[in-house]
């Protein structure tokens, strides 16, 4: 059984950092797509950025490009995304996601999900 566990959101103040973690465990990740959404209150789920766990590949929102970067680390079975010059629009509940296959953006092709980790950027 697939398990994502997300950590790390937390309060910042605009223009500042922070990095979630995603722990994953249940299987060999080596084929899967791990991706980053976010929810804000009375929004719909939307892509953030994804990573090809084999080739390390990225593609991130146009949103967050420049600002946002994810990595993973084999060892730990982590993914990572570190988030800078954060924006209080931003704040959201940050969720992990992971498929089978190629990396794609939408929700609806995403099988496992954690249980998200509230980022709250304040002006």
């Known amino acids: 059984q697939v398990q994502l566990v997300e950590s790390g959101g937390g309060l910042v103040q605009a223009g500042g950092s922070l990095r979630l973690s995603c722990a994953a465990s249940g299987r060999t990740f080596s084929s899967y797509a791990m991706a980053w959404f976010r929810q804000a209150p009375g929004k719909e789920r939307e892509f953030v950025g994804v990573?090809?766990?084999?080739?390390?590949?990225?593609y991130y929102a146009d949103s967050v490009k420049g600002r946002f970067t994810i990595s993973r680390d084999d060892a730990k079975s982590t993914v990572y995304l570190q988030m800078h010059n954060l924006k209080p629009q931003e704040t959201a509940v940050y969720y992990c996601?992971?498929?089978?296959?190629?990396?794609?953006?939408?929700?609806?092709?995403?099988?496992?999900w954690g249980q998200g980790t509230q980022v709250t950027v304040s002006s």
């Open positions: 990573i090809n766990w084999r080739t390390s590949s990225t």
């Open positions: 996601a992971a498929r089978e296959g190629i990396m794609t953006t939408r929700v609806k092709d995403y099988d496992y």
